[in-house]
C-alpha cells in the first residue's frame, strides 16, 4: 500500500503505527543512561495548609537514596525568579515545585527522593515524616459559587465573554417559549496512554538531552532553559513519540522541573516518572456550571440567549475556558448576554482536555436547544436548522467556510432521523427504550506559525523537519503525505523529523492546528524547492523551460517537468550535479493573515446523531449508534482523520456516561483516582460509530486547505447523548456524567 500514488485523500496508514502497537516507540520513561537514578515525588496528604516540619532523615538512610529534596534543601538554580511562564502559561503564579511550606492543592508533589532504583525511591518517600498546619480545604463548585469572581486578566483575548447584542433580557420575557436551566458537570480527569516522565540524560560535554511526555518539545525547551537559567545550545528536549495527551501535555509538568533540577544538581542523568494517581490530581478539565435561558418564538426563532457559567481553578492561577462565547456564535440570534466566572478550590489548576471550552460549553447549548425544541413542539434537528447563521454575529465577521447544514442533511440521511416520532418513549422495541438525540458541534480552525524544513535529495528521497509533536494524531503520516504529493514521489521515500527542540520551529500540537500549520509550512518548504532547482536549472545551457515560471513545474519520477507536458524536463540528479550539490533545501514558514483576520473567521463545524439503548428495568444507557458528520476543510488522509474523529466520539460518550472524578470534600481529596474506579469508556461501552466528512478546501483556513480535525470529534457527542436519553424516558439529566444510578 506504501507504494500507492500518496496523493491527498489516501488512506495511508500511520508510518509510526506499528512502532506504536508493538511498543518499540519509545516513550520518555524508555529512555536510559547507565547509572542513571531515579526520582519518586511524595504528595502532600492534605489539600491545604502548610508543612509544619518535614523530617528526611529515615527517607535518606534507605539503601540506594541519593538525595532527598524539599523546599527547605531545593538547589539555588532553581530558586530564579526567572520567567516560570510557558507558550500556555495562565494568568497568576505558576506553580513552582518545592517552592516554600505551603499546600496549595491536594496530591501537591512536596519532596523529590532520588535513588539508584525506581523502587528505592518509591519506598524512601513513603518514609518521609510531615506534620501540617491543616487549612480547610475549598473544592465543591456548588459550594464555592457563592464566591465566584470575575478574571480580573483574560487568558486569552477571545476567552472574554463578547459584549451583550439586543436586549436579552426583555426579549426573554416578551418570548412565549422559554426554558431557565442549570447544568453541572465535575470534574474529567486525563487519562493517556503514557504517563507524564521525564528522563533527563547529562551528555559528556555537561548538556542535557531530555526526553519529556510534552505535546511540545520547545515549549518544554524555553520553560526549562528560563527555570534553571541554561543557555538554549545546552538542552535539547525530545518527544518523538507521544502516547496520547489531549492536552495534557500542553503545559510543562513538575517532573520535568524535578528531572532536570537533579540532574543539574547531581550531575547525573535523572527520570522521574509520575503515577496514574498523581496525574489523576495534575491534569484534568474543570468543574463547571452553566445556566442556560433561551427563549424562542411560536415558530422556533431564537429570540433571546443568556449563558452564565462558572468554573472551578486552583487558588494561584486562573485558568480559563472560551465557554460561554459559543452560545452567541452558534445560532441566529439578536439578544445575548453572555457571563463567565472562576471560582477558587484547594485543588490543582485545571487544564485543557480535548477541546477546551466548547466539549463542555455544547454540553450545556445543545442540552438546552433540545429542551427549548420540545417546548416550542418542533423536532430538534428541525430547530437547529431553522436558527442557522451563516456568519460570526460575535463579532461580525464573515466564515471561510461552513457546511453545517450539509452536515444535518447528510448525517440525518445516514442515521435515518426521518423515520423518529417526536414523542418521548415512544420509539420503544421489546425491553429496550430507544431514543435518537442530535447535537451541534462548533470549533475554531486555527492557522499558527509554523516553520519546516524540507530536503530532496538526487535519489528521491526527502526528509521533512519540524519541531512539531505526533501525540497520536497522525501528523508524522500526513507531513510525510504532503511532501510526497508536493514532491511527486512514494510516501515512503520520506524520512519525517519532527518531535525535537532543535529543529524547526513549531508551537505545541494543541487546538487542532497542527496539520493546517506544519502541514502548510511543508507545503511551502516544497514550493521553495521547486523554485531552486527551477532557477538552478535555468542557469543551466540548454534547458528546456524558457522563462517559465515555478507554477508551471511540477516534480514526478525525479524530475523536474512542466506540469502540462511531462517529456519536458530534466532529472533532479543532473540539476544538482551541475551544480556540485548533494541535496537541495526549502524552508517554509506560514503565520495567520492579519489583514484576512479583520474579516474573516474559520471554525469546523459537525451534527452528531446519538441512538441509546436503555434497558427499562435495570437503566443501563447504551450508545448503539453514533453518526458524525464533519466539517473541516481538506481531508489529507481519511483514515488518521476518521480515527480523529472516532477518538473524540469515544471520549465524548465518556464525558456524558462515564468519567466523573469524585472528591471527598471534608478532606479535599480525590477518592477515584485510579483506572479501576474512574470509568473510561471501554470497548464494551463502544457501538457502531460512523463518521462522515463533508469535504470542501478552504484556502483561507490554512494554504493546504485543512481547518483540522483533533477537536471537534467530541464536541455536541454528550448533549447527544443526553438529548437521546431524553427521547427515550422523558426525563431530563442536566448533571453530568449520566451514570446509571440517575437514569433508575
Ligand atoms: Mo488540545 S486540549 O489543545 O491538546
Known amino acids: 500500500m506504501l507504494n500507492e500514488k500518496p496523493v491527498f485523500g489516501f488512506p495511508l496508514p500511520r508510518i509510526d503505527g506499528p512502532l506504536k502497537v508493538t511498543g518499540t516507540a519509545p516513550y520518555a520513561a524508555e529512555y536510559h543512561d547507565p547509572g542513571m537514578l531515579f526520582g519518586y515525588a511524595a504528595q502532600a496528604t492534605i489539600a491545604s495548609g502548610r508543612i509544619a516540619s518535614i523530617d528526611t532523615m529515615e527517607a535518606e538512610a534507605y539503601p540506594g537514596v541519593v538525595k532527598v529534596y524539599t523546599y527547605k534543601n531545593r538547589p539555588s538554580a532553581a530558586r530564579s525568579d526567572k520567567k516560570w511562564k510557558d507558550e500556555v502559561a495562565l494568568p497568576g503564579h505558576p506553580f513552582r515545585p518545592l517552592e516554600n511550606d505551603r499546600i496549595l492543592f491536594g496530591g501537591q508533589p512536596i519532596a523529590l527522593v532520588v535513588a539508584e532504583s525506581f523502587e528505592a525511591a518509591r519506598d524512601a518517600a513513603d518514609l518521609i515524616r510531615v506534620e501540617y498546619h491543616p487549612d480547610e480545604p475549598h473544592t465543591d463548585i456548588t459550594v464555592e459559587r457563592a464566591k465566584s469572581y470575575v478574571p480580573p486578566e483574560a487568558r486569552k483575548e477571545e476567552m472574554r465573554p463578547t459584549d451583550p447584542r439586543g436586549d436579552a433580557e426583555r426579549a426573554y420575557e416578551a418570548a412565549p417559549f422559554k426554558i431557565d ?148 456564535l452558534t445560532y441566529k440570534c439578536d439578544n445575548v448576554k453572555l457571563s463567565y466566572e472562576l471560582v477558587k478550590t484547594t485543588l490543582s489548576t485545571p487544564g485543557d482536555m480535548r477541546a477546551p471550552g466548547a466539549a463542555t460549553a455544547f454540553l450545556a447549548l445543545e442540552s438546552a436547544m433540545d429542551e427549548l425544541a420540545y417546548e416550542v413542539g418542533m423536532d430538534p434537528l428541525e430547530f437547529r436548522g431553522k436558527n442557522f447563521v451563516s456568519y460570526d454575529q460575535n463579532d461580525d465577521l464573515q466564515i471561510t467556510s461552513k457546511e453545517l447544514d450539509t452536515c444535518y442533511r447528510v ?55 519540524a519541531a512539531a509533536s505526533d501525540i497520536g494524531t497522525g501528523t508524522y503520516t500526513i507531513l510525510a503525505q504532503v511532501a510526497a504529493q508536493e514532491l511527486g514521489q512514494g510516501a515512503e521515500r520520506v524520512s519525517v523529523l519532527i518531535g525535537d527542540s532543535s529543529l524547526p520551529k513549531t508551537s505545541v500540537e494543541g487546538g487542532s492546528w497542527t496539520a493546517a500549520s506544519s502541514g502548510s509550512a511543508v507545503q511551502a518548504g516544497c514550493l521553495e524547492i521547486r523554485k531552486t532547482l527551477l532557477s538552478l536549472a535555468q542557469k543551466m545551457d540548454n534547458h528546456p523551460f524558457g522563462n517559465a515560471p515555478v507554477e508551471e513545474l511540477a516534480i514526478r519520477d525525479n524530475r523536474l517537468v512542466l506540469d502540462r507536458n511531462d517529456q519536458v524536463g530534466l532529472s533532479i540528479a543532473d540539476i544538482l550535479g551541475h551544480h556540485g550539490m548533494a541535496s537541495v533545501e526549502g524552508h517554509g514558514k506560514v503565520a495567520p493573515d492579519q489583514e484576512q483576520a479583520k474579516k474573516f473567521t474559520s471554525y469546523t463545524h459537525s451534527a452528531v446523531f446519538v441512538e441509546v439503548r436503555i434497558d427499562a428495568e435495570l437503566g443501563v444507557p447504551r450508545v448503539t449508534r453514533v453518526v458524525s458528520a464533519i466539517d473541516a476543510g481538506r481531508i489529507i488522509n481519511p483514515k488518521t482523520a476518521r480515527s480523529q474523529i472516532l477518538g473524540g466520539v469515544v471520549m465524548g460518550l465518556g464525558m456524558a456516561l462515564h468519567e466523573e472524578g469524585m472528591i471527598d470534600h471534608r478532606a479535599g481529596r480525590i477518592m477515584n483516582h485510579n483506572i479501576a474506579e474512574y470509568h473510561v469508556p471501554a470497548h464494551a461501552d463502544v457501538h457502531d460509530i460512523d463518521v462522515i466528512f463533508i469535504e470542501e478546501e478552504d484556502r483561507m483556513a490554512s494554504p493546504i486547505g485543512v481547518k483540522g480535525l483533533g477537536e471537534i470529534g467530541i464536541i455536541g457527542v454528550g448533549a447527544a447523548v443526553a438529548n437521546a436519553i431524553f427521547h427515550a424516558t422523558g426525563t431530563r439529566h442536566r448533571h453530568f456524567p449520566i451514570t446509571i444510578d440517575k437514569i433508575m
Not at 496512554?193 to 511526555?213: P, Q
Not at 486552583?314 to 459559543?326: F, G, I, M, R, T
Not at 421489546?430 to 524544513?453: C, H
Request: proline share 3%.
Open 181 to 328: 436551566v442549570e447544568y453541572l458537570q465535575l470534574g474529567e480527569h486525563h487519562n493517556p496512554m503514557e504517563l507524564f516522565a521525564s528522563t533527563a540524560i547529562r551528555n559528556e560535554d555537561g548538556t542535557l538531552t531530555v526526553y519529556d511526555k510534552t505535546q511540545g518539545s520547545q515549549n518544554s525547551h524555553d520553560y526549562v532553559c528560563n527555570v534553571f537559567g541554561l543557555k538554549p545550545e545546552d538542552v535539547r528536549v525530545v518527544n518523538a513519540y507521544v502516547g496520547g495527551a489531549f492536552g495534557s501535555g500542553l503545559r510543562p509538568k513538575h517532573q520535568l522541573f524535578f528531572a532536570v533540577m537533579a540532574s543539574l544538581d547531581l550531575e547525573r542523568s535523572v527520570k522521574v516518572e509520575m503515577s496514574r494517581s498523581e496525574m489523576f490530581y495534575l491534569t484534568w478539565r474543570p468543574a463547571t456550571i452553566q445556566r442556560m435561558q433561551l427563549a424562542a418564538s411560536a415558530d422556533g426563532q431564537l429570540m433571546s440567549v443568556r449563558h452564565h457559567a462558572i468554573q472551578t481553578t486552583s487558588l494561584h492561577e486562573d485558568y480559563q475556558e472560551n465557554l460561554v462565547n459559543w452560545s452567541g
Open 411 to 465: 448525517g440525518a440521511e445516514r442515521f435515518g432521523w426521518d423515520k423518529r416520532s417526536h414523542e418521548p418513549g415512544s420509539m420503544r422495541d421489546g425491553n429496550d427504550l430507544i431514543g435518537w438525540g442530535v447535537a451541534t458541534g462548533v470549533w475554531e480552525a486555527t492557522l499558527t506559525q509554523a516553520e519546516a524544513k524540507v530536503r530532496l535529495f538526487p535519489d528521491g528521497k526527502i526528509t521533512v523537519m
